[in-house]
């Protein structure tokens, strides 16, 4: 009897365990992660302890995803819950079905901005580390030039988002 190959997961040939009733893969819009983290940092504390419950109930898989989902936004998990709800009571966050076109554009601009800001914050740090003193490179100043440029054009962007996101705003709440 001939000695069987040890089998590795992923090998080519091979199908992955599972993979045939995984399903489509799961798409996350940057609007619906920017929406959960916004409304989830705004519940603020009391100062008075709060007191009152709602029971709820959750099948096994609802509820792993709830403390999955908090634990990823590094929230507690009724924090996370009261924090939906509430917003959803507030206006600010819909249910499923019933998100606009203004509020999937204020979130993508939201993340737009977070994007354009990080670009500032790396041509920063390539600039500080040039300015830093010691023994100039003959291609310090051009980068340096480069660099003033690019943080003009992300501060430019940074600006014109805004702007925009202000706009969809206004247009929302007059709608």
């Known amino acids: 009897m001939a000695e069987a190959e040890p089998r590795r997961e992923g090998a080519p040939g091979q199908e992955v365990a599972g993979a045939a009733d995984a399903g489509p893969p799961v798409v996350v819009r940057a609007t619906d992660e920017a929406a959960l983290y916004r409304v989830a940092r705004r519940r603020a504390r009391q100062k008075a302890q ?93 980068l340096l030039v480069e660099a003033g440029r690019i943080l003009g054009l992300a501060r430019d962007a940074a600006t014109s988002i805004d702007v925009a996101a202000d706009h969809a705003a206004t247009s929302k709440a007059a709608a």
């Open 50 to 142: 709060r007191k009152l419950r709602v029971d709820v109930r959750y099948s096994a898989d609802e509820h792993t995803e709830i403390l999955a989902e908090a634990r990823r936004l590094n929230l507690a998990g009724a924090h996370y819950v009261g924090a939906v709800v509430m917003a959803h009571l507030a206006g600010d966050l819909v249910l499923p079905g019933q998100r606009t076109f203004h509020d999937d554009l204020i979130d993508e601009l939201a993340t737009l901005r977070f994007q354009v800001a990080a670009i500032g914050k790396n041509i920063n740090q390539i600039t500080a580390k040039l300015n830093s003193g010691g023994r100039p490179h003959p291609g310090d100043t051009a």
